[in-house]
């Protein structure tokens, strides 16, 4: 650009910018204009602040009043869009000069104490954002937005801006020396017959000396944006002043900048300003730091130095990025663990009141039920692994002891199940309903992969960095991990204190740190024999030590169970997924409403009331002495009694209530042990107090010996295949007005299953075996009526059955 325009474009940019801010005032909803000017008071309101930076909404600029400007508001958005780092130091000056005018003497005062040289404009709600992917040489100075998941960031640096040296040969001051990449002195000392070239000294006292701080953030371009087969792209980022420390590694955050370039700096310095080893590195050309040394060059032919040059961005504005899920599609999202307070409207808190509120059929609050069937709702039933998951999301609270000792609140949930049960898919809903949600697989991670490790930073002079890993970058979030069992011991040894203390304790290469990492974890688990083994305990079926299992919250086995109501309804769930057919499989509670609720739920801190402190003691006493809770190699510690409480304190949030009650205690300890209860009734024993010995007076002894009742043991869903069998023709009968007796039942049955039997051996297991179970649903489970005895007291089977009127068939499992 030519320098007169270049200095006409800049001071009109300048002028009309003021003019702008002095100006503006917001439209209201019925076309007029409010009263207050809007920049002006948000002038005010930074320097009471004590900050230096003023937010101007891109918006605003397309909503100034043309009558009362002097300018077209699409010119200045087109100027400022295009030539952002060309106008950028007049838009700032624009900022000392609207403080002038303030005519508060207080701010006044308070603006005489500032560096007005610090000041700066940054902008933000443009109207697009560009992909890291996307990022070329054409966008240089250009004003964009760029989103991105934080992985690194380094510590707060000063930056020496504008220097004032002086010459220790005659002792003058040279001031308003710009630094440009490197440390910069003025080529020669102007004092005459001096000319001093090399022996300065730095005046980092003096007024006319400008320091700043700055930072560089290590941005990568989300998953959702990396091309099939790429590798995802990382873009370094500069901050200055305010925009430091506003983000930490793990968060997803839009910055607003520009695309800047910055050359190789050892590049630009001569030989003796070098160290030894970076002067090897640009003899060899083989600094791996910079793509290997390539990059633009200059002509040898006339003596210039080899120029490397890599891009990075200059970030004015740094903010959450609010469509981090749903960027690329029309669904909204909202950050459950955001820490800036809500806000409600009138209609969405009576809306929020009634699900509190709901109940079911009998009468019975069922907020908690009702919730859950709105997590992954694309995966049908396991409302009990979708209850545990939302009270993993909502948590319970976080508290401190007395001597400082930290306790969680964060709920660690393990999904133990058999292949094609949806746990993965599981993980990943929950991956992608939170933004500092991580997802990893057991195979393919270390403990540095998990927890932290140390690297070497050759762009900041080889100094060591922390690199985080998952547990640090889901802090404050959910760190999902699949095919958990596959992790080495060593490995798996290394999140012990992270999943208990939350922390992540560092000692390498000189460095001595404790991190954070407050983090739930989801962890989904292969049974050690592919299938899940009901005959086995719950310890006996996974390769996790007790340690581990020791510090999950809940345990819930996924069984793939051959029940043909529930195949019927899962595969119908499929296909209507798969065509689209949202009526059919929507939730009760939208996405955005649930994430709503959970962040409203968070607010609340319940406390345990008398009543509930009770019976909380009461069942953790239950627990330890219920010698059948068998909750892996290590029993029941006082780990269940902390996970109870913090599974009460959930559900209190998730009743909105303030107070911990024992109705809420109750239904924590019954999903605590449902897994457990559910495993103990995977095995059911069928002897001789289901069904009492029998003697036939037309059988030998031989023949009585053999059918003598043995204890036999059959899974719980075996049992309910049966029952329902048997159910099902109990029903079928009476339908049609035929009366069925014991000895028809069971022969209905055999006729079943006589394609599946080879030898007479198994004839006689089976027979033997559906006797127990029909003695079972009759004396215990009583789920079928004997309404008329035996005619014959020697023959039992001849007495006539039905199903009992108030149980339906598909309910055999609730009995």
């Not at 040894?493 to 740190?513: D, F, P, R, Y």
């Not at 086995?536 to 079926?541: D, G, S, V």
């Not at 595969?571 to 689209?580: D, T, Y």
């Amino acid at each position: 650009m030519d320098p007169h325009t270049r200095s006409h474009l800049v001071q009109r940019v300048q002028k009309y910018f003021l003019e702008f801010l002095q100006t503006f005032k917001r439209p209201t909803e019925d076309g007029g204009r409010e009263d207050d000017l809007y920049y002006v008071s948000q002038a005010k309101a930074m320097v009471r602040e004590n900050k230096k930076t003023l937010y101007v909404k891109m918006g605003h600029l397309e909503q100034a009043d043309r009558d009362v400007v002097s300018f077209e508001p699409e010119d200045l958005i087109a100027v400022i869009h295009s030539k952002y780092m060309v106008v950028r130091d007049a838009v700032n000056a624009a900022l000392p000069q609207l403080l002038s005018n303030l005519e508060d003497p207080d701010l006044q005062a308070e603006v005489e104490k500032m560096d007005e040289l610090k000041f700066t404009v940054a902008f933000y709600d443009l109207a697009t954002y560009s992909g890291i992917r996307d990022l070329r040489t054409e966008k240089l100075g250009r004003l964009v937005t760029i989103c991105g998941t934080v992985t690194r960031t380094t510590d707060i640096k000063p930056e020496l801006l504008v220097a004032t040296w002086k010459c220790n040969e005659c002792r003058r001051e040279i001031s308003g020396v710009s630094q440009e990449f490197k440390v910069t002195t003025p080529p020669k000392c102007p004092t005459k017959n001096c000319g001093n070239t090399t022996n300065w000294s730095l005046l980092a006292e003096s007024r006319s000396t400008r320091w700043g701080d700055w930072q560089r953030v290590r941005l990568q371009e989300n998953e959702h944006e990396v091309p099939a087969g790429s590798m995802p792209q990382t873009m370094d980022v500069i901050v200055r002043d305010d925009c430091t420390e506003k983000c930490k590694a793990g968060d997803k955050i839009q910055i607003t900048g520009s695309l800047i370039v910055v050359p190789d700096v050892p590049t630009l310095m001569s030989p003796g300003e070098l160290k030894a080893t970076v002067r090897r590195s640009l003899n060899t050309r083989s600094d791996p730091s910079y793509a290997a040394g390539e990059g633009i060059r200059g002509l040898k032919s006339v003596g210039n130095r080899d120029l490397t040059y890599k891009l990075a961005f200059f970030g004015t504005y740094i903010d959450e990025d609010s469509d981090w899920a749903s960027r690329g599609s029309e669904e909204k999202s909202e950050n459950i663990r955001s820490e800036e307070k809500m806000y409600l409207s009138q209609v969405d808190k009576e809306r929020f009141e009634q699900i509190s509120e709901h109940v079911n059929v009998s009468g019975k609050r069922d907020c908690l039920d009702l919730l859950a069937r709105a997590v992954a709702p694309s995966i049908s039933g396991y409302l009990e692994v979708k209850k545990g998951i939302l009270l993993m999301l909502v948590g319970g609270v976080k508290k401190s002891t007395m001597e400082g000792i930290q306790l969680r609140g964060d709920v660690n949930v393990c999904l133990l199940g058999d292949p094609a049960t949806g746990k993965s898919e599981m993980l990943r809903w929950v991956s992608k309903f939170l933004p500092r949600a991580v997802f990893t697989s057991g195979k393919s991670s270390t403990a540095a992969g998990l927890t932290a490790s140390v690297v070497k930073d050759n762009d900041l002079d080889n100094e060591r960095l922390i690199e985080p890993g998952a547990l640090m970058l889901a802090d404050n979030g959910v760190c999902c991990i699949d095919e958990f069992e596959l992790m080495d011991i060593k490995d798996m040894v290394a999140i012990h204190e992270a999943m208990e203390q939350q922390t992540i304790t560092l000692s390498k290469a000189g460095i001595q740190a404790t991190l954070n990492a407050r983090c739930s974890i989801l962890a989904s688990v292969l049974p050690k024999n592919t299938y899940y083994q009901a005959t086995l305990p719950l310890h006996k079926n996974c390769e996790l030590s007790p340690p581990i299992m020791s510090r999950f919250d809940l345990f819930f086995v996924m069984q793939d169970i051959r029940d043909e109501t529930q195949d019927l309804t899962v595969a119908k769930h499929i296909v209507a997924s798969h065509r689209r057919k949202d009526d059919e499989v929507a939730p009760p509670v939208s996405h955005l409403d649930l994430q709503r609720y959970i962040r409203l739920a968070r607010t609340f801190k319940p406390k345990i009331s008398p009543e509930g402190s009770a019976l909380l003691v009461k069942c953790y006493k239950k627990l330890r002495e219920d010698r059948s809770y068998t909750r892996g190699g290590a029993g029941v510690t006082v780990r269940q009694l902390e996970s109870l409480i913090r599974l009460s304190e959930a559900i209190a949030r998730v009743y909105l209530s303030e107070w911990v009650r024992p109705e809420h205690v109750k239904e924590a300890f019954e999903l605590q042990i449902s897994s457990l209860r559910q495993s103990e009734r995977e095995s059911i024993d069928l002897g001789a107090e289901d069904l009492a010995p029998t003697k036939r007076g037309r059988e030998d002894e031989e023949e009585a010996e053999r059918k003598a009742v043995k204890r036999v043991r059959i899974t719980h869903p075996e049992y309910m295949r049966m029952g329902q069998m048997l159910l099902r023709h109990l029903v079928d009968q009476a339908a049609a007005g035929q009366v069925v007796t014991e000895g028809d039942l069971i022969t209905w049955y055999m006729e079943q299953v006589e394609p599946e039997l080879v030898t007479e051996e198994q004839l006689f297991q089976r027979q033997h075996l559906v006797q127990l179970v029909v003695s079972r649903m009759i004396d215990k489970d009583r789920v079928i009526l004997v309404t008329e005895p035996a005619k014959d007291p020697l023959q039992p089977e001849g007495r006539v059955l039905e199903k009992h009127p108030n149980v339906p068939v598909d309910s055999l499992d609730r009995i």
